[in-house]
């Protein structure tokens, strides 16, 4: 083969495992796989100089490890920001803004506060040449070979007329979708997890071998100039020199806007808080800028801070409180979860009391006793999370905690599968805490939809041993009904009706009403609309399973399992003889429009709920999928998509918004 060709087909190669390892997690190969075309391509680089192309993958990952970081001096100074509380402190920075400019109004461009770490990159006649950590703000280290391996930091400028040397400041992050990958990693490898996408993105950064910090997933958002030499001048607004640093292929962030005057940083204020937590990544405030860089000049600093500058910030989504006791909770499945109880402490916008702890490693990992400071993290609408023990706040009776050797509501065996963390309780419905919760489940809104049988019944009427198994609840009367705590006549015979009416229901609601293993709502929809009857899933083969989008090999097993189980098998026909009932599933029309396609839909839209939106995408046509895969055709991204979007762009899957949609919707349907 000639060389070109072969040098152009291991690029493609190492590009296209990177984005298989860093953006959708599914790596297809061995790291030694990777490694060895890694080292042909430098070798065949470094033998035909010709080929040699500065944006090669081997530009990104330097070889040898270095034994420690050197030191950079800022040519100017890295500055932080003065912090608004509340919208007097913003008043204040904008009237002292304007007194000083004698000026009536000003133009300021609203940026999000990334959190993350602030550096400095310099390009030298376009070429990535030099990368540095704040440090003390006069001098940090040398970075430069781990900010190379950051796939989203062009290493060679795109476009022409950059200056000759250009010192680009801004932030580096880790977004949280990967930063949730990473952390279910080194759970599942009983490793350290990070605290918070802002520690784990330090951390990566502070690798001495690059290699390692190449398989993390960082970013890098620019937000300011630092020193340049150039023969062409660049705008006057802050705005229009964040536009242009675009162009160059620089990331900036797509969230900023140029507003006037403190009402218009209020507003900007208010809108993004709003967003915060549908955004991909972690902000902690707003930054409001002067946007005329004349002005800024005029301006200038104070100590180490620009008088042109100021950073309103949000709540905290970390804060420290007691934990006051470990409850385990025996789920449906009989999974075995540890709740911390805490003294409650108001984080990310909600007061918390409870925080998952996961299983028993997650215990030891974090050595938490009964008693400790922990620090809680509650980011977006993530269960929230204990991240840290405050470990010299310890308490002297801080008591150590015992995972159950036996379970915690019926004391039968507990046991945990090969690989797995997760201690489970074997009884199965014998449990009561299992048919409490899977009874809880079978009723629930989006599975039987029983309207009235709350948890106080639920608790009777599985204490009682009033119902075994869900089926039961079919043949409760109203006088056995009017015999428990606080239920008259009048509601009994409501829940009579209630638990009557639920018996008219879809196929897709009984799949996931049954409460298979890891068969969520979505999965059940497709499992419905690939199969059609009950009698084709239950009988269908793990090849036949696999063929489902959104079914792995894992679910597969699950719901082979289920369906092989007797007294699975019993309990759908004795539900089925008591009365429920689905209608056959409509076959999709010949020549649907959307028919063949899959479809996800994401974020929040203004129109319609997204339950609304998945109709009308099933009534053209397609299938609706939970997750976005290879299998995807388009993906609906309203407001505030994360990752989704995210895995969608990567895959090169096609994205509508919703105003789009409106648009083709109606032409679909007078199709
Ligand atoms: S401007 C002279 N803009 O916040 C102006 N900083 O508290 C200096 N940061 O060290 C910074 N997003 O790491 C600026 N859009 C943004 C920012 C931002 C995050 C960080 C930066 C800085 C710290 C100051």
Redesign the pocket.
């Known amino acids: 083969m000639e060389v070109i060709e072969e040098v152009r087909q291991l690029r493609a190669q190492l590009l296209r495992w990177n984005k298989e390892y860093y953006q959708n997690d599914e790596p297809s190969v061995p790291d030694s796989e990777y490694d060895r075309t890694l080292n042909r391509l430098r070798a065949l680089e470094e033998q035909y100089p010709d080929v040699f192309d500065p944006s090669s993958p081997t530009q990104r990952v330097g070889a040898a490890p270095l034994s420690t970081f050197g030191s950079v001096e800022h040519r100017l100074p890295?500055?932080?920001?003065d912090?608004a509380f509340n919208e007097d402190d913003l008043h204040h920075f904008h009237r002292r803004v304007c007194d000083r400019l004698k000026r009536q109004t000003m133009a300021y461009c609203c940026?999000?506060?990334?959190?993350?770490?602030?550096?400095s990159i310099v390009w030298e006649q376009g070429r990535l040449q030099q990368a540095a950590t704040?440090g003390d703000g006069r001098s940090g280290e040398d970075i430069t070979q781990n900010v190379r391996t950051i796939d989203s930091v062009p290493l060679v400028l795109s476009g022409a007329d950059y200056p000759d040397i250009l010192e680009v400041?801004?932030?580096i992050f880790m977004p949280r979708a990967g930063f949730e990958t990473l952390n279910a990693r080194a759970r599942s490898s009983g490793e350290k997890t990070f605290v918070n996408p802002r520690n784990a993105a330090a951390g990566s950064l502070r690798q001495l071998d690059s290699r390692i910090t190449a398989r993390r997933p960082l970013d890098f958002?620019a937000?300011?100039l630092g020193h340049r030499e150039s023969k062409s001048t660049l705008p006057d607004e802050h705005s229009a020199v964040m536009m242009q640093l675009g162009r160059w292929g620089i990331p900036i962030?797509t969230l900023?806007e140029v507003v006037l005057d403190a009402a218009g940083c209020e507003d900007y204020f208010a809108r993004l808080s709003t967003k915060r937590d549908g955004l991909p990544f972690d902000?902690?405030?707003?930054?409001f800028?002067v946007d005329s860089r004349t002005d800024q000049t005029q301006l200038g600093?104070v100590s180490r801070?620009?008088r042109?500058?100021i950073?309103r910030k949000f709540p905290a989504q970390e804060e420290t409180t007691t934990v006051r006791s470990v409850e385990f909770q025996v789920g449906r499945t009989g999974a075995i979860t540890p709740v911390a109880r805490l003294d409650p402490v108001f984080v990310g916008g909600v007061t918390v009391s409870n925080a998952t702890l996961h299983n028993a490693d997650e215990i030891d990992r974090l050595r938490l006793k009964v008693g400790d400071t922990v620090i809680v993290r509650r980011a977006g609408d993530v269960i929230p999370q204990i991240v840290a023990v405050v470990a010299d706040k310890r308490p002297a009776d801080a008591q150590a905690i015992a995972f159950p050797s036996c379970c915690p509501a019926c004391g039968s065996a507990v046991e945990r599968d090969p690989g797995e963390a997760v201690w489970r309780c074997l009884a199965g419905l014998v449990c009561p805490a299992q048919r409490m919760a899977s009874l809880r489940h079978f009723v629930s809104r989006k599975a039987m939809d029983v309207e009235g049988l709350g948890e106080k019944v639920i608790e009777q009427l599985v204490e009682r041993d009033l119902v075994k198994d869900v089926a039961d609840i079919y043949h409760l009367d109203a006088s056995t009904l009017e015999s428990l705590e606080r239920m008259g006549p009048k509601s009994a015979a409501n829940l009579l009706q209630a638990i009557d009416s639920s018996k008219s229901s879809t196929l897709a609601r009984f799949i996931y009403a049954l409460g298979i293993r890891e068969v969520g709502e979505a999965t059940a929809r497709q499992l419905a609309a690939h199969f059609n009857t009950l009698d084709a899933l239950a009988c269908a083969t793990e090849d036949r399973l696999l063929a489902v989008n959104d079914v792995g090999a894992v679910v597969a097993d699950h719901i082979r399992y289920f369906f092989d189980q007797a007294a699975n098998q019993r309990t759908i026909q004795r539900l089925i003889d008591l009365g429920v009932r689905w209608p056959a599933p409509q076959k999709v029309a010949e020549g649907a429009v959307l028919a063949g396609q899959t479809w996800v839909v994401t974020g929040k839209l203004d129109g319609m709920t997204r339950d609304e939106a998945e109709s009308a995408l099933r009534a053209l046509g397609a299938n609706v999928a939970s997750s976005v895969s290879s299998k995807t055709t388009c993906l609906l991204a309203g407001a505030g998509a994360g990752s989704k979007r995210t895995k969608a762009e990567s895959l090169g899957i096609a994205i509508i918004d919703e105003a789009r949609f409106d648009k083709q919707r109606k032409t679909w349907e007078t199709a």
């Open positions: 890295m500055l932080s920001l912090n940026e999000p506060k990334l959190d993350g770490i602030a550096v704040r400041r801004g932030e958002c937000y300011g962030s900023s902000i902690d405030g707003i930054v800028k600093f801070a620009p042109w500058a950073a």
